[in-house]
Structure formats: C-alpha cells, structure tokens
C-alpha cells in the first residue's frame, strides 16, 4: 500500500450537504460545543492518501477515512468512516466531515456533461463567469400573495428615483411594515416573464420556511456566532429545498455557507459583500416562497439540460481559467457564431489552481476534433449533431462530430459587429437583471462586450481607460464640427500629430478578472497600465457591483493604430489575459504613445461618493458582527441625517427601521425581557439591504450613460 502525506487542507473533497449536517446532528449537546475547536484542529492536520483513500489522524485511536466516489466528492454516509469506538456519531467524523469544502448537489436525473466533474457554481456557461447554475426547466413557483404587484412597482421605481436624490416615501411605508408579506413583496423585481403560475406544494412552503429561519437565525448572531452547528442546520435546509424542487433558495444557501465559512476562516478572497449579498438573496427568495409568492424565478432551475442543436460553425474568440473555492479547476474556451452567438467548451474537473493551468492546453472533449484549448481559441470547429445547455454551453455526447476550421479574426463578422457598438449601448442589457438576485445579475452580465480603449493609467487596484468611438462620433475638443472620419482615433498614426482628437466616453476602471497568484490577470493589467497612451482591443465583462467597470478577459492591437500591442505571430493578435503573459516587447515604443493627452482628470465613483455608504456600513455590520452590534451603532449616535440631505429619505427611513428594530426588547406578563425572535429583525434587515441594492445598481446604469471629454 502506498501512502502521500500532503499537509493542509488542500487535498479534502467536498462533501454533499446532506451529509455534513447529517453527521453534525448525530452528536451530542456536549460534543456540538466542542466542534468549532475540533474542526480548526483537525484542519491543520496533514492528510495521507493511499489506496483505502484520504485518512486524517485525529488522536491515537482515531483515524477518519475518506473515499470519495466517481465524481469526487463524499455524497453518502458510508464514504467518510472514523475508527473510534463512538463512530459514526463522533466529534472526529463531523469535525473532518466540516472542514471539507461544500459540494454542490449532482444534477437531478441523468445530464450530459461536457466535463466529469464540473462544478455548476463556477463553471460557466455561455459568456458566463464564475458562480452560475445552467438553466433548465423547472416547476413554476407559487401563486402568492395580494399586494405583492404594488409593492413590486414601488420598489422598482424608488431605485432610479434614488440614484438622482429624489424621493418616494411610500416605498418606506411598503417595506418598513412589521408584517411578512409586505417585505417580502416589496423586494419583487418586475416582469416576471410569462411563464404561468402554479401554487405551490406543501413540501415547497415548509423547505423555504426552514430555510428563512436557518437564515434569519444566522444573521441574528451574525457570522462571528455562526459556527458549524448553525452552518449544519442551513445545509439541512438546503437539502430540504432541492428535495422539494427549489433549486435557486438551495444554491443560494450553498453560497452563504461557503461565504461563512471564508470569513470565519478569514480567507484572503473572502468579500464581506458577497456574503451580504448571498444572504440577501437567499432571505428574500425563502420568505418569498414561504409567502406563496407567485414568481416562477424564484424557483430556478436545475442544471445543465442539454438539447440537440444540430449543426453549428463556431469561431474561438478567449479561454478564461476556473479556480473554485470548492477545489475544481480547469478553463473554459468562449466561441461566436457567424449570427453573433456566444457557446462555450468547458474542461473543469476537481484539482484546483494546477488543474486550471493543465487545462489550457488539454484536449477540447468535443471529439474527434483533435484541438487543445489553446488551439480552439484561435481557430474554428464545424460541429454536426450538437448538444446544447440552455445557457450556451457545448456537450460531448457520442453523436457529436466537430471538423477543425479556420478561425475568425477580430476585425471580421460578428467580432467586428462586437467592437462597433458603444459601451452604453452594449452594458445596458448587462445590468438589466434583478437588484435582488445575485444569480440572476450574473446571468445577464456574462456575455462579453467588446471596445477599444486608450489607457490612461493605474489608480489603486484598477486601471483607467477612456473608449475610443468611432471617429466620425468624435467632436473636435475645441468645440469645432465632428472630426473627419478619415481622422483616426487618439494613439493612432496620423499625419499631424497636433490635431487635437480624444477620445469620447465615461472614465472606464479595468479590473482583474481573477487576483490568484497562479493566473496572469494581475500582472498583465500592470503592465498594459505602464505604458499610458497605449490603445488596446479588449474583451470583457461588465462588473454589475462597480460603476463603469470592466473585467477584461482577452486583448489585442486597435487595427491601424501605431500605439497599440505587438503581439507574437503565433497568438494571431489576440492575448487571453488568464494564460498568456504580455512583455515589454508586446508594448510600444514610449514615445508612440500619446500620454500627454490622456490625463484622467478627477476620478468620480458615483457610488463610492454618494452618503449610501451609511446605510451599506450598517448592513454589512448586521452580518458581520450580528444584531446586538446594530443596536449598539444606534447608541453611539450614529445619525442618518446626511441621507436626507442629499435626498435619499427613503434610505435614511429603513435604516432607521433597521436600528430601531435591532434594539427592540419584548417583556413577558411579568416585566421580564424576552427574546423577540429574529424574524422582524430579518425583515428589516432585508428591506434595507433590497433598496440599497437597487438604489447602487441604478446608479452604476447611469455611470456608464455619462459622456463627456477629458
């Protein structure tokens, strides 16, 4: 038998829900005080893997084994043994089983894939990034309560009224009310789509009313207090819903236990707002379902439902790296069709960063075409007897034949439609997704847009860049007629170079798609902000959480401009900024870039400047530091009076609600207090954390819609 002893946790598989919180409610009042300690102990332990599996000692007269399964992952009781006399209800088996990443559930009913393994919370589909579930059918949601369309309108219209000063005081009166199905409604985003309502089962109101109380009970004590005991019951709640056919509440509390577990742990890629954000989500769908509101989104959809598509020419534009938080790993390659459509060929497999870096140049699974990523990237497939996920993404199933093609350049068809649309006519369909959905904002903000940009110069963790239009949509800065269109933008050659042309746009922040060590981003952003006045193609992303922020993915040369990259013939004047690492030698000379032109004036963040940031502190504070840390922020004398001075009313009313309702006491018929339960607590909480969300998001809409010069 052969043994590899690998310190740290690295080397644990994820584990199904169901069978943490199986193996934490199996213990004692007496061990469950002691799991918290156990679990950090045990997480530092070197792991052995031999032929039984993966074995950590825990004492010794303890040794708890894992094996996972085919896929990977510990999804039954009987993969995860301890030796111990008290087995399997021991404090060792739950405390191994807690330190495990969390595994996401396998698909209900048989699903092709296009790779063993894949991780549907960041594995990504069509033009897609990062945490998102493949659509697919699923049940309609319930049939709900009265009201809700009002509330749903009055929301929906305060966050635009917001975002200019203006106010809408019945919005407080919607979403300040004690009771459950006014807030809850007030959160509703509108035009559901037509799908037809159904009223919900029994099964489904319980599930998503255990879960609204595992999460309100959670953000009550706040993240410091929600150990694994806590973090058990929401993943018992968790598995509740997906056996009740909610798949959208099940991935949302998926998220906030990882976002839990990051913080507690204090993991660098840990942002508290993406826990706030997972835990908004997660309370606004739950109470929402528990209410029988009638939005079938609310329910989701299960993954990856693959459908014939029949024959397909697709153009490889990126390949973006996938490294989870769960330990999978791998790329995914983005093609475009002839019409403009966005696929995608995925190869994500347990293995974490090396796996990612592997993957770049392994085999596409599409057979028999004989390419790698790398390969397919800058090249073309002919695909017969495709196989397609509802969010784009390409199966590999044993009828589909794909026959290499000649790649697509930048310059020509739908790439070249891609670059010849404004950034504020592109993003406006990115951000059309729900305030409230984490998930849903996602899905609309993945598929790429394309621009050309003048760099401007770094600021802090970004890079600053001004688009170029095209030239005849360029006014002369002296305030002349527009400039010719045989005048080529700023940073291209040009017989005067004293003609005064500058490009026309909002100030555009670049930031890293990814911060890991292992994957090019960072660097590569250095070194294109290095050179200011340098012009450059890009590929990318909108941020929905930043105003007029791009996640570049892949870059190449602006055509005909001298200030631009100079890329090696082999990568075919293109750069996926995950894999491929410019060099000094891909930049201009210095003196062909225009720098003294490209000043960036005063960076404004509309959303970072306005006085919300109040009222996102004491949101964020509820999770991080629980119920009790708000009511004492009210009687420190914090005051919501610059809120109502710069016209957001309506935000200062429901952050006063949120303090108020924090330090609220009940007494019993003898004056003694009492504990008022969390559920007002929750609501309260939830309503400000709702407005605030759509407030910022119609204020990062209007920041990409500013034009003016420099």
């Not at 209410?291 to 989104?297: I, K, L, M, R, S």
């Not at 790329?331 to 347990?350: E, I, Q």
Request: with cysteine.
């Amino acid at each position: 038998m052969t043994s590899d002893v690998v310190p740290g946790t690295g080397q644990l598989p994820p584990v199904a829900p169901q069978v943490v919180a199986a193996a934490v409610e199996g213990l004692t009042s007496r061990l469950r005080k002691k799991l918290d300690a156990a679990i950090e102990q045990y997480a530092a332990v070197p792991v052995a893997v031999d032929d039984e599996g993966i074995r950590i000692s825990c004492g010794e007269d303890a040794v708890v084994t894992l094996s996972p399964g085919s896929s990977g992952a510990i999804v039954d009781d009987g993969q995860a043994r301890c030796s111990c006399l008290l087995a399997p209800r021991c404090l060792h088996r739950a405390a191994v089983l807690s330190a495990c990443p969390v595994a996401d559930p396998e698909p209900i009913g048989a699903a092709e894939s296009s790779g063993a393994g894949d991780d549907p919370d960041t594995v990504v589909g069509a033009a897609s990034d990062g945490t998102a579930t493949d659509p697919a059918a699923a049940p309609a949601a319930a049939q709900g309560t009265a009201g809700a369309g009002n509330a749903q309108t009055t929301i929906a219209g305060s966050s635009a009224n917001q975002a200019t000063g203006q106010d809408a005081p019945d919005v407080a009166q919607a979403i300040a009310g004690p009771a459950a199905g006014q807030v809850a409604t007030a959160g509703k985003a509108a035009a559901a789509g037509p799908d037809v309502a159904q009223a919900p089962s029994a099964a489904q109101v319980a599930a998503a009313a255990s879960l609204w109380r595992a999460a309100a009970a959670i953000l009550s004590t706040g993240a410091p207090a929600a150990g694994a005991v806590p973090q058990a019951e929401l993943l018992r709640a968790a598995h509740t819903a997906r056996l009740a056919g909610l798949p959208k509440a099940e991935a949302a509390a998926l998220r906030v236990v990882r976002g839990l577990r990051a913080a507690r742990a204090r993991h660098d890629g840990h942002r508290l707002a993406d826990l706030v954000s997972a835990l908004r989500e997660l309370l606004l769908t739950a109470g929402r379902l528990a209410g029988a509101d009638p939005d079938p989104a609310l329910v989701g959809s299960v993954r990856r439902n693959y459908q014939p598509g029949g024959s397909l020419r697709v153009y490889g534009v990126f390949r973006e790296p996938v490294i989870s938080a769960t330990g999978y790993g791998g790329v995914v390659t983005h093609l475009v069709t002839d019409d403009g459509r966005w696929f995608s060929v995925a190869d994500v497999k347990p293995g974490g960063p090396a796996r990612a870096r592997g993957a770049a140049t392994a085999p596409v699974s599409i057979s028999p075409a004989m390419l790698n990523h790398a390969q397919l990237a800058r090249a073309g497939l002919l695909i017969t007897g495709a196989t397609i996920s509802p969010d784009g993404r390409l199966g590999a199933g044993g009828g589909v034949r794909a026959t290499p093609v000649s790649g697509m350049s930048w310059t020509a068809g739908p790439m070249a439609a891609l670059f010849a649309r404004p950034l504020a006519e592109a993003v406006g369909p990115r951000l059309s997704g729900n305030a409230w959905s984490e998930s849903d904002t996602e899905d609309k903000a993945r598929e790429p847009v394309g621009c050309d940009l003048v760099i401007v110069g770094a600021a802090g963790d970004h890079v600053l860049a001004r688009e170029l239009l095209p030239a005849h949509d360029q006014p002369d800065v002296l305030g002349q007629q527009p400039v010719d269109d045989q005048l080529p933008s700023a940073g291209v050659a040009q017989a005067d170079p004293q003609v005064p042309v500058r490009p026309v746009g909002p100030l555009i922040r670049l930031v890293p798609a990814a911060h890991h060590p292992d994957l090019a981003h960072v660097a590569n952003l250095r070194r294109l902000a290095s050179r200011p006045g340098l012009v450059v193609r890009v590929v990318g992303r909108v941020d929905p959480d930043r105003a007029a922020t791009l996640r570049p993915l892949a870059v190449g040369p602006v055509p005909g401009a001298e200030a631009t990259l100079r890329l090696p013939a082999e990568w075919q004047d293109r750069a996926d900024l995950g894999y491929d690492r410019l060099q000094g030698s891909h930049l201009p000379p210095p003196e062909a870039c225009l720098p003294g032109q490209m000043e960036a004036g005063t960076e404004v963040d509309p959303v970072a400047s306005a006085p919300l940031w109040r009222v996102r502190r004491l949101v964020e504070l509820a999770v991080s530091g629980g119920r009790r840390a708000v009511a004492e922020s009210a009687r420190n004398g914090d005051s919501h009076a610059s809120l109502r001075r710069a016209g957001f009313r309506t935000a200062a009313e429901l952050a006063a609600t949120l303090t108020a309702e924090a330090d609220r006491r009940t007494r019993d018929v003898f004056g003694r207090l009492a504990d008022s339960g969390p559920d007002r607590y929750a609501w309260a909480w939830l309503a400000a954390a709702t407005h605030l969300s759509a407030t910022e998001r119609a204020m990062i809409h209007s920041s990409w819609q500013a034009d003016h010069l420099l």
